[in-house]
Nanobody
Framework: QLHLVESGGGLVQPGGSLTLTCTGS????????VTWYRQAPGKERESVAT???????TWYSESVKGRFTISRGTAHTVLLQMNSLKPDDTAVYYC?????WGQGTQVTVSS
């Protein structure tokens, strides 16, 4: 069974950058479509970026398009490069694949 762990969250100033990593075990993550989600306090969870398998096609929500980049690292990792961060990006970020979820990593954008 696929097990996912997110890492790389933290506190960053507006305009700063962070890179989140989703690490999979129990199944080669490179063979799964992977989606990054986020959930801000008091809001519903929303998808922000997806990467497919064979063609590595990507999709982004309008709120992050042009600022975030999803990519595959190793055969077991998917990265989310986040640039030009805004306070509205503050949320717990989760990765999901094959109906499995990680525990999330907190991203806080604040001066």
């Amino acid at each position: 069974q696929l097990h996912l762990v997110e890492s790389g969250g933290g506190l960053v100033q507006p305009g700063g950058s962070l890179t989140l990593t989703c690490t999979g075990s129990g199944f080669p993550l490179i063979d799964a479509a992977v989606t990054w989600y986020r959930q801000a306090p008091g809001k519903e969870r929303e998808s922000v970026a997806t990467i497919s398998t064979v063609r590595r096609n990507t999709w982004y929500s309008e709120s992050v398009k042009g600022r975030f980049t999803i990519s595959r690292g190793t055969a077991h990792t998917v990265l989310l490069q986040m640039n030009s961060l805004k306070p509205d990006d503050t949320a717990v970020y989760y990765c999901s694949a094959r109906d499995q979820w990680g525990q999330g990593t907190q991203v806080t954008v604040s001066s």
